[in-house]
Each structure stands twice: as C-alpha cells, then as structure tokens.
C-alpha cells in the first residue's frame, strides 16, 4: 500500500469517527418524576387490609384499602393527601 492510500484510510477513518460523534445523542440526566413512597404502617380488619405511606420529599401521605370477598381481592380504594408544614 502506498503513502496515498495510507492517507486516504487515515482521512476517511477520521471522517467517519468525526460525523459518529456529530450523531451521537448526548447523555442527559432525566428527572425522577415518580414519587418513593416509603412504607409507615399497616393493619388489617376481618376482610380488609390498609396500608400508609409516606413520600418525604413532597410531604405526601397515602392510604389504600383493600377488600377481599371469596378467594381474592375484590377492591383497591387509595386516598392522597399533602401534610401540613
């Protein structure tokens, strides 16, 4: 291979590395957006079972109720709620 053909690899590599970094997507950090409730307490009653939880970041507190009819749960009711500062 001679110094030209050398040379024509090199430009073309060079090329082809310069227009991947070009259309490569940079990285961005995504925000979280889900809350992470954290769990603060349970109890259960006959058929039916509540738990509590709590996110800390935005004072948030919720509750859901389930009932169970027969073998399986029938409903899942849950009620949301900011706390006081």
């Known amino acids: 291979m001679n110094v030209r053909g050398l040379g024509l690899v090199a430009a ?3 090329a082809t590395l310069a227009l991947t970094a070009a259309l490569t997507p940079f990285a961005r950090s995504q925000i ?8 603060i ?3 259960s009653s ?3 079972s509540t738990v509590w939880f ?17 073998s399986g749960i029938s409903s ?8 006081p500062s």
Request: hydrophobic share 30%.
């Open 46 to 48: 006959g058929n039916s």
């Open 54 to 70: 709590h996110e800390p970041s935005s004072r948030r507190a919720l509750a859901c109720q389930t009932v169970q009819q027969g």
């Open 32 to 39: 979280q957006a889900t809350p992470s409730y954290v769990p």
């Open 12 to 14: 073309a590599s060079l």
């Open 76 to 83: 899942i009711q849950c009620v949301a709620t900011k706390l």
């Open 41 to 43: 307490g349970a109890s």
